[in-house]
Nanobody
Framework: QVRLVESGGGSVQAGGSLRLSCVAS?????????MAWFRQAPGKQREGVAV???????KYADSVQGRFTISKDNAKNTLYLQMNSLKPEDTAMYYC???????????????????WGQGTQVTVSS
């Protein structure tokens, strides 16, 4: 019902920037009402990074607040993550996720999402 394809990952030095994109193909926009970015570093659990909804609600993990910006182009059904001031600890596989519901304080919990992309790798060197 929903296909998510991420792009924009790569290797960058600490302090640099990257912009991730996630194009969503869905039968209806209802399935992409809430879209989020998650990341998973080797040996660590997947963690929520940022989430946004079609009507503009946003939420960020404390670790990226002030450095990352999530945005969504509803007309293009595309989600973005602008990442500035990157740190080596931001190195991870980044995943796009989507669902029909915004779960408030649980919106950065991966179990709340039914639709996932394949991921794009971000590597930040010191």
């Amino acid at each position: 019902q929903v296909r998510l394809v991420e792009s924009g990952g790569g290797s960058v030095q600490a302090g640099g920037s990257l912009r991730l994109s996630c194009v969503a193909s869905a039968y209806t926009s209802r399935y992409t009402y809430c879209m989020a970015w998650f990341r998973q570093a080797p040996g660590k659990q997947r963690e929520g990074v940022a989430v946004t909804t079609t009507d503009g609600t946003t939420k960020y993990a404390d670790s990226v607040q002030g450095r990352f910006t999530i945005s969504k182009d509803n007309a293009k059904n595309t989600l973005y993550l602008q990442m500035n001031s990157l740190k080596p600890e931001d190195t991870a596989m980044y995943y796009c996720a989507a669902d029909t519901t915004y779960w408030g304080r649980d919106s950065l919990v991966d179990a709340k999402y039914n639709y996932w992309g394949q991921g794009t790798q971000v590597t930040v060197s010191s």
